[in-house]
């Protein structure tokens, strides 16, 4: 098995748990997600540390 | 695993833009952030992450295993698969376990009704310990979000975890396997590699983190 598909299903895989937030825990918490170039980008906001 | 990017550079080139598109979201936020980055991304994405401030950090292993058998795993534990009524448990224990604040509880929580996550939990007797998750597409699966609560750590729960995930990926038809945890280094605890290693994966390479500027 290739390791380009072994990077792509975890890629896959994290992608899946960062939009799982639901809207109401990235509404109190500031949780953003955002998709570039092929990639995911999380965000917790700083209310959520607190 | 939060503030970080995943995946870059995997699909294709990333522009400048692109990169100041991801700067632009983390700033916003008010927060650094990591990029990982895989040794499949285009060779020129390091020096131009180093050339931005990005500093290479601490990495993570890559390994991958077929879905044969795994060695059998000696746990006083009870493995069990979590069904969606078991969502909450599986949020709570992942939450504790990685020390996540508490909003990550619920988030964990929601996977139970997300495709291609299959939930399991360790139980010490009603109590639950451990946690653990297979994710599948295009017949590969991920094992990931390997969580024990403190109290109950060194009693080989995670091992355990490990085997009844891989034994499901083989009777799912799935065709390989992928996992990571930090590299192993002297002046860090190792349990979750030795777990991964025990349980038949293969190193593949080291995918170093990138900590972007103050």
Redesign the interface.
Known sequence: ?S???????????????FR???E??RR?????V?D???????????A??T | ???????????????DA?LD??DA??RA???R?AIGL?P?APPDLAPRLAERGFEPGYAWM?F?R?VEPPPEVETALRIEEAGADRGAVFGSIVARGFGL?D?AA???A??AD?P??RLFLAYDGEEPAGAGAL????G???L??AATVPEHRRKGGQGAILAARIRLAGELGL??L???TGERTADRPSNSYRNIVRAGFEE??LRPNYASPA
Not at chain 1, 28 to 32: F, K, S
Not at chain 2, 135 to 138: N, S
């Open positions: 098995m390791n380009a598909a072994l990077e792509f299903v975890e890629a896959d895989g994290y992608g899946e748990i799982a937030a639901p109401s825990v109190a918490h500031g949780v953003e955002c570039v170039a092929g990639a995911t980008c999380i965000l917790l906001g700083a959520a540390a | 695993m939060l503030n970080r990017v995943n995946g870059l550079g995997l699909r294709g080139p990333v522009g692109e598109e991801i979201f983390f936020g008010g927060t952030y895989s499949l890559k991958g077929g604040p909003v619920e988030w964990f929601a996977l997300r291609g996550f994710f599948a597409r295009d590969i699966g991920w990931g979000i065709r390989a992928a996992t990571e593949r390479y």
